[in-house]
């Protein structure tokens, strides 16, 4: 994973060099440097978070189950690199939308994995109902949804970038609810594919819960 990323930084700082500021004329799928630049500014993020687990890990004295450290970097490759230097943001319309959804059932389940992290440590032993659970589950992968607009929102500003989709590959800004579109389905899709999660969740600590030969400690 990080020598892809690696691999990715040289092509887009070449590319950047080598990219017109302006699109020629009847030719809206060429990219720009503005367009090389969303391209670093991931990759050099990517690259930043994909040790955040592990910092995390030795930090905090926790230990983070294995298959979120194999959806976390799923998601990024699929993001970064596929999306970004493979160019599936546009040749696969809705690949945007599908990762959204991932990251936020992706998300759901780390927020379950938390509290059962701080359920198992002896310093915080927890009694949570398995609605709480899903609950703080939910909330735990909206707020990082939530953020993850803000940042694309603050970056656009600062590099003149258009990862919120306000405008058109002409350059045409739109308005009013046309502006809004790309950030509200972002947020949407991020708390359905979470509150799925979340739904099975509760289902699943529910079941455990009511079984008297496998108790387990989730009192309200």
Known sequence: MLITLIISLVFVIVNIVKAPHVAPEGSENVKVKSDYTLSLVQCLLAVVVMFVPSIIEKKFSIAIPNYMFVLYFVFLYCAIYLGEIRNFYFIFPQWDTMLHTFSGAMLGALGFSLVSILNDQNTAYLHLSPFFVALFALCFAVFCGVLWEIYEFVFD???????????????????GRNALVDTMEDLIVDVLGALAVCIVGYLT????????????????
């Open 157 to 175: 500003g600062i590099l003149g970038l258009n990862m919120q989709k306000f405008a058109l590959e002409n350059g045409l800004q739109l308005i």
């Open 205 to 220: 600590l529910k079941a455990k819960q009511n079984k008297p030969d496998k108790p387990i400690d989730l009192e309200l």
